[in-house]
T-cell receptor
Framework: KAGVTQTPRYLIKTRGQQVTLSCSPI?????VSWYQQTPGQGLQFLFE???????NKGNFPGRFSGRQFSNSRSEMNVSTLELGDSALYLC??????????????FGPGTRLLVL | AQTVTQSQPEMSVQEAETVTLSCTYD???????LFWYKQPPSRQMILVIR??????QNATENRFSVNFQKAAKSFSLKISDSQLGDAAMYFC???????????????FGKGTSLLVTP
């Protein structure tokens, strides 16, 4: 069974631009969560989607948004990029959501560099 | 929000030896899950082991085992017969089991970098 895939793997953008990252979950998994990893703040939760609905959201500004499609694939978008958005963005999938979320399995991440 | 503390930024172990990584957490919940993830230089986050708080028995996965002390809110990871491939950053994570608190997101510690020497 294929694991979680994320595209692109690397991305370079300039301040003010916007970016869209994509995540395809493990087959049969319906929940997708996104995390941001930086050296200073560590791993921080962005949001979780299940059945095309956002179920949970972390403490990030509105510039960060996401969506999930009917095939469970998810995208996250960051508008008006800032230097501080440079990070590794990790996507994780699980079978269920909420109390039935079970274990999250992570993708390889997308490394975003904002210049 | 629940906090997860890993007090050892770096640890070193010789091949074939045993090492224990520490993790403590702060919560008022009784139902929750704890995880150890490994992140090698490739940055791929890999699940090592999982523990349900309601289970008294410590989880074990081959060379990896945990010492779960619920009253002390401690969740340490023991790696036996360490191998060069075990070198990585190890993260302890907490997940609520109920709808309250921080929801169902994973709360991670800052990580422990494990070096394995030949």
């Amino acid at each position: 069974k294929a694991g979680v895939t994320q595209t692109p793997r690397y991305l370079i953008k300039t301040r003010g631009q916007q970016v869209t990252l994509s995540c395809s979950p493990i087959s049969g998994h319906r929940s997708v969560s996104w995390y941001q990893q930086t050296p200073g703040q560590g791993l921080q939760f962005l949001f979780e989607y299940f059945s095309e609905t956002q179920r949970n959201k972390g403490n990030f500004p509105g510039r960060f948004s996401g969506r999930q499609f009917s095939n469970s694939r998810s995208e996250m978008n960051v508008s008006t990029l800032e230097l501080g958005d440079s990070a590794l963005y990790l996507c994780a999938s699980s079978k269920g959501a909420g109390a039935y979320q079970e274990t999250q399995y992570f993708g390889p991440g997308t490394r975003l560099l904002v210049l | 929000a629940q906090t997860v503390t890993q007090s050892q930024p770096e640890m070193s172990v010789q091949e074939a030896e045993t090492v224990t990584l520490s993790c403590t957490y702060d919560t008022s919940e009784s139902d929750y899950y704890l995880f150890w993830y490994k992140q090698p230089p490739s940055r791929q986050m890999i699940l090592v082991i999982r523990q349900e708080a309601y289970k008294q028995q410590n989880a074990t996965e081959n060379r990896f085992s945990v010492n779960f002390q619920k009253a002390a809110k401690s969740f340490s990871l023991k790696i036996s017969d360490s191998q060069l491939g075990d070198a990585a950053m190890y993260f302890c994570a907490y997940r609520s089991g109920g709808p309250g608190g921080s929801g169902y997101a994973l709360n991670f510690g800052k990580g422990t970098s494990l070096l394995v020497t030949p």
